[in-house]
């Protein structure tokens, strides 16, 4: 019996780059966290200590520095130049990972008039990628989170299983809300419109919130996932992960009032959680995307 | 030498309320963080654990909860019913504190109209209100948090003095990017329009950010309070509270590239703290306004 | 009536600076976040931007690690070094505040052994420290927070009063458990032991919550202060934030199972918020000491 | 082309149960944050809303509490109680998935003497455990977090390549910190001192920590897995998180001070974030165990 070393990376996490473009007056925000990580030929360092294959983090965080300043682009190009870089450069490494988060800026207005240079952080959603490459073919995700959605009401929930255990009462009208954690696979790398997929991705996840009536928050996520791959051809697969924000209707009897459907209480802790795949019955095989 | 009781107060805090009016199909979400602090005569309960002068604080919960049944309204006014009740109702206390966050909620847009019952979360920032009562009097604050904005240009800061520690080179050109927590005193608490001066307040604390061509943000601090008080004749103090979010230029001369005022770091700590007052020279005295 | 520039104050906010003492092999380390806060003849910089009169935050914070190279020693002490030396250098800031933090960490138990240079965070909590100085006079508050503590029984109430919000039943045995949040504030600056008066008032916080058999937390809260008075001569006030951490028994009894005080769900939000002052009837005014 | 349902799994997240175990005055707190998920054939309820195979998570929850009724005893245990009762009482459910963290207490001093009843969270680390069960087998994994450890000295990190991004110097001696999150994967499930295996396989971690003298937070991830496989013969494999907590040399030249490793910035973001493997030669396969 012996003690052997396993699957090993290591990178940069949370690089926070900010890139301003400016069209003369008119400027525009690029606002990053990017994190990176490295694997491959990694077994010296963790058995001796000999560093000679290994990138530093620190270089690994410059690079993203370096490589903005060329311009960013959209963060999965953004994500592309870096994995293969890393990988293309140094022997050692073999595979690389960029994970890219991307906060949204909205122009602010001035007297009816979009601010040539003053934003506000808005609440379109974090936009995310995360780039595999592993010396020869690449992968891409995008995804989106911090989209928090309410439904007040066209939401039930009945017909569940009563155990022992159960003492949930049926609705036939509730409040339906989450945030939504929506990841998306693309089918291939190259000519893609990255911008224009996540504009349309974001606004059929909002859609189909909106428009699904919900006898489960399962039957809206899986709506949600179905109606991307309707609108956004070169994704090929999705996947949600939904808490289940419960709004609980206050019992006001004790106090000789009734509330019809009309306050609540919002909760914090425990909250269901929803979590499933939708995607396309000739999906290619995911590789290395999801890692 | 004897030990003594010294100031002292108690209450519910973070009670999280959602209240849905509907008008038919069309529905509006008014999502509350309440809580309550009461003041009075509470030695009893510090000195012997008598407990026949403490209003519980889970009676102060139920009491937002049964108060929402009948509509909450603007939250300067909900604060006020709530704080003049605890003090109305119970001898011992003779003071109460309500402070309310409300979280902005925004209609999704479904097709090019705004749905009648599905909403996203904003960043319009969280509406404040903090109501004082003694029994005779009633004092109210509102105000506004989380509220991020960035100015790409516009922005200097030079001239400031050199001691043996001063390191930071002078700029005529930066980026000023800050989360606004800003407080206001109301002169009156009969005939204002709450939402009407929130409103108001709000786009003066933007406007005056972003047409401030800054030397300090000391400087657009003053700017941005005393636009709120050039544009709500009810409000008579601004507080601002601005954390300065440092964007340093990325040094990338180490890697032969020169960096025109585009690519940034953004730091997390330490960050500078501005904080101050501006008011009308004939305010009144805030009396328990700010406590 | 005119618009007038109220009180203000700037500075850097959580300057991470970590020392290392070293005896030889035996290492000590300072794990602090210091905070500063100047205020004085500011007004230039808010009405036209001109910074002659504003000590950069940016030097702030040099002037924070370029005096940790001297040695930190008890940060009430690192809090007066640098307040003094804001306002003695400064012609234009009359005023400074100083806010430490500092972390706890444990040296590591290796084999039996202290280990020399090797620690672990540990939950003692975070020592406090708020050191003001106006040119003439400093004052100096002690504190902790970070401190988690539970009363399994010995905790009661009952007999507060009901009205028509009141459900909550009576108690004669329930959980009390809060995070600890004290300050304290000393009478003098010269000649205190302040690393004994901090690990006496929390060895007399955590004495008197676990000794004293509580009917109210208010009660607890009185009985915590009053023993820190009573173990430490220097301290003449004690200021008391504590939350009642809400654990609330589960109702087992519609799956047929009682519930003999065993099993309880622990609580997030809302929670009570008691705050309360215990002082010496012959403490010497407060002055700056709280700002 | 068609789009399908994929991998799904459904539950309630962070239930807060904590229970107390008497004997006599003395007693015991088992303080969870219990989070359980399900998945099986749950195709209907994504595609057509109907409910009768969805054990409601409301219903996880209250069977949570009702099993907190029996005692709790190890984690691991508890675990495999609840996910061998959703597999064998609802036929749609095929798998079960919980995960368990166990927040530390210690006993309060009073006095010099261990109290009966009063406790203060401690550092020890959370205690984590997730147990797989698939109806005829089951899976688990021991773990822990929130353990932050530093060496202040007996770390080098030298002889990393250098490419045109690199300007890291090298250096002899440095700070390495990190905050532990590791996992471990058992080999068995049946006759596990699963506590004693805690116990052991914290210290191994600790202890490696303080007595690897490291070139590379890689060598002493390496040292810390394999320091857990040489003391608990039924732990097969270790999963190591380490985020490099960067502590960066202060430059105090610039005030005509030196730096003989003394005064360090402790920084935020971003940091290096190292995993890696462990294992035995002859692990067997993990199944379902990582999932």
Redo the contacts between chains.
Sequence with gaps: ??????????????????????DGER?A?T?LNV?T?LSGD?AD???????????????Q???V??F??DGIGEIEDFGLRLARHFVA??PSIHRARVAIERFP??R????GVP?A???????EGTRLAVVHHDGERSWVTGGIRD????????SE?????R??????AETKDR?LATAVAASWRFGRTEDVDWAGAYTTARAAL??A???TY???L??T??AMG?RV??HVPEIV?VRLSL??KH?FL?D?S????D?P??????????????????????APEPGLAWS
């Design positions: 019996m012996g003690i052997v070393l396993g699957d090993n990376q290591y990178g940069k996490a949370e690089v926070r780059v900010v890139r301003l473009d400016r400027h925000v606002d994190s990580t990694l360092t963790h058995l001796t200590g000999a560093n000679d294959k290994v990138l530093a983090t620190d270089t965080k410059n690079t520095f370096a903005a300043r450069t140094q800026w909205a602010l207005d001035v007297g601010a240079h003053s934003f506000a952080r808005s609440a989209l928090t959605v309410l439904n007040s009401t066209d929930f009945w017909g569940f299983p155990d022992r255990y159960t003492t949930l409040i909002l859609t919130f909106a428009d919900s006898y489960s399962q039957q996520l899986y179905a791959l309707e697969e808490p289940n709004h206050s006001l004790a106090f000789g009032l509330n459907d009309e306050v609540y209480y919002a909760a914090d802790r425990p909250y269901g959680l929803i979590e499933g795949t939708v995607l396309r019955d000739d």
